[in-house]
C-alpha cells in the first residue's frame, strides 16, 4: 500500500526533487523570521518577572501538500505561513489555554494542538474562520505526544497521565485507551495499520496492530545502547522524546534527550545505528543523569526523516542543523548486528539559529526545510552554489 501523505510524523511521500548530498550541504536560510515568536510582556519597559527570559517556537507542521506551515509558541500563539510566498499569512492566539504539539489534518484548513494549560484538552481548530471544531477531552496531565493516522481521521495522543488515548476526528468519545508504567511516546508507521508507543523508564517500544489496539504488543523492543556502560557506570539512562517510522516502514528513528539518536529495524527491533555529533537538548540541566526526567522539556520536535527517508535531519542546543546520511549505512550481518550499534556522524552540519535549533523539518513536497527556535528559518538549497558547479564543468569539458 502506498503512504499516504502526512506530516505528523514525518510519513510523506516522496519529494518531487531528489535529495542528495551535494543538495543537501547547499541548503541555506532563504527566509529568517525573527518576531516568529512575542517577546515576553514588559511592565514600564522591564521585562515582567514570571515571564521566561526567552521564549521559544515549540513545534512545527506541514500540510499534507507542503503549501503551509503551522507553528506553536511559548508566547501561546499559532501562526501560518505560506510556504510558497514565504510570508506570515494569519496569527492565531490561545492566551487561555496555552498551544503545543500543532498538527495539521488532512484537511489544510484544520489542525489539532495540546494545551499547555488549564486543562489538559486537545482542541480540534479550525483555521479559516478561527474557530474550535471540537473539543476532545479525557486525559488528566499534560499531553505531551499528539499523532495524525496518515490514512484516515483517526489520530492518538501520548500524555503524561501515563495513557495513550486513540480518537476520531468525527466524535468526542475516546475510541480506545491503553494504561501504561510511564509517560508514553506514540507515532504511526506510513501504512497506519501499525502504531508504537515507547515507554520511558523502563526503555521499551511496544508496536500494535491498529485494529487489534485493545491485544497485547505484536513486538516488544527494548532499546539498550551498550556503549553508554563505556562512558560510566551505571549507564546513563535513555529518555525518548519523539519516534516516526521511515516512509517505507523499515526503520523506526527514536529521538532522545541526550547526545545520539537511534535508529531500530521496525520489525525485529535491533539497534541498527547510533547518531551522534550533537549535543542534547536537555544536556544543559544535566547534573544529576539518574534524576533528569525531560517529559517534555525542549526535546521532541528537533528530530525527524527527511520526505525520503533517505536522511534525518536533527537540531542541537547549540542551534546548528545535521544532516545524518541513513541510506548509505552498509548491511550489517546478524553477528555484527548483535555486537556495538554502528555510530553515524553527520554529512552535513549547518550554522543555524542563535539559540537551540527546537524543531526541524523538511516540506512533504518542495526542496524545503524549516527550522526554529527564538526564530523561524526557510532553508532551499543556493542556486548560486548551482551555477557555480555547472561553471566549471563547462569548463573542464571545454578545456578537455
Not at 489534518?105 to 478561527?130: F, G, P, V
Request: glycine letters at 8%.
Amino acid at each position: 500500500m502506498p503512504p499516504h501523505p502526512s506530516t505528523s510524523n514525518g510519513n510523506q511521500p516522496p519529494p518531487t526533487l531528489a535529495l542528495h548530498n551535494q543538495l543537501m550541504g547547499k541548503l541555506k536560510p532563504a527566509k529568517i523570521f525573527k518576531t516568529a515568536v512575542e517577546p515576553p510582556p514588559t511592565q514600564g519597559g522591564q521585562q515582567l518577572r514570571a515571564s521566561p527570559v526567552v521564549r521559544s517556537v515549540t513545534g512545527i507542521s506541514f500540510d499534507d501538500r507542503g503549501d503551509q506551515l503551522i507553528t506553536a509558541g511559548e508566547d501561546e500563539t499559532f501562526k501560518l505561513y505560506s510556504c510558497k510566498s514565504g510570508k506570515l499569512t494569519k496569527t492565531f492566539y490561545s492566551k487561555k489555554y496555552g498551544v503545543d504539539l500543532p498538527r495539521f489534518t488532512h484537511k489544510n484548513t484544520a489542525i489539532l494542538h495540546a494545551s499547555t494549560k488549564e486543562d489538559d484538552t486537545i482542541r480540534y481548530h479550525s483555521l479559516h474562520d478561527n474557530k474550535y471544531l471540537q473539543y476532545f477531552r479525557g486525559h488528566k496531565d499534560r499531553v505531551i505526544s499528539l499523532e495524525v493516522s496518515p490514512i484516515d481521521d483517526g489520530f492518538m495522543s501520548g500524555s503524561m497521565d501515563k495513557t495513550v488515548r486513540l480518537w476520531d476526528l468525527r466524535t468526542t468519545t475516546c475510541r480506545g485507551l491503553l494504561t501504561l508504567p510511564s509517560y508514553p511516546i506514540t507515532a504511526y508507521d506510513s501504512s497506519g495499520m501499525v502504531f508504537a508507543v515507547a515507554v520511558n523508564q523502563y526503555s521499551r517500544i511496544l508496536l500494535y496492530d491498529t485494529a487489534n489496539f485493545d491485544k497485547a504488543p505484536f513486538i516488544t523492543i527494548v532499546l539498550e545502547d551498550p556503549t553508554l556502560a563505556l562512558i560510566s557506570y551505571p549507564p546513563r539512562p535513555i529518555w525518548m522524546t519523539s519516534m516516526s517510522f521511515s516512509s517505507d516502514g523499515k526503520y523506526l528513528l527514536v529521538g532522545c534527550s541526550g547526545g545520539a539518536h537511534y535508529i531500530l529495524d521496525a520489525f525485529d527491533g535491533f539497534l541498527m545505528a547510533k547518531l551522534e555529533g550533537h549535543v542534547g537538548l536537555e544536556r544543559k540541566i544535566l547534573s544529576a543523569p539518574q534524576l533528569i526526567e525531560p517529559t517534555k522539556g525542549i526535546s521532541g520536535e528537533e528530530v525527524s526523516w527527511t520526505p525520503d527517508s533517505k536522511y534525518v535531519l536533527g537540531g542541537s542546543l547549540d542551534g546548528r542543523v545535521f544532516i545524518w546520511d541513513i541510506m548509505s549505512l552498509p548491511p550489517r550481518t546478524e553477528v555484527e548486528r548483535m555486537k556495538l550499534p554502528m555510530k553515524v556522524q553527520p554529512v552535513v552540519v549547518l550554522d543555524g539559529h542563535p539559540g537551540p535549533s527546537r524543531c526541524v523539518k523538511f516540506n512533504p513536497r518542495l526542496a524545503m526545510m524549516a527550522t526554529a527556535g527564538t526564530e523561524l528559518a526557510f532553508w532551499l538549497p543556493d542556486p548560486s552554489g548551482d551555477a557555480e558547479e555547472a561553471a566549471k564543468d563547462l569548463l573542464k569539458k571545454r578545456q578537455a
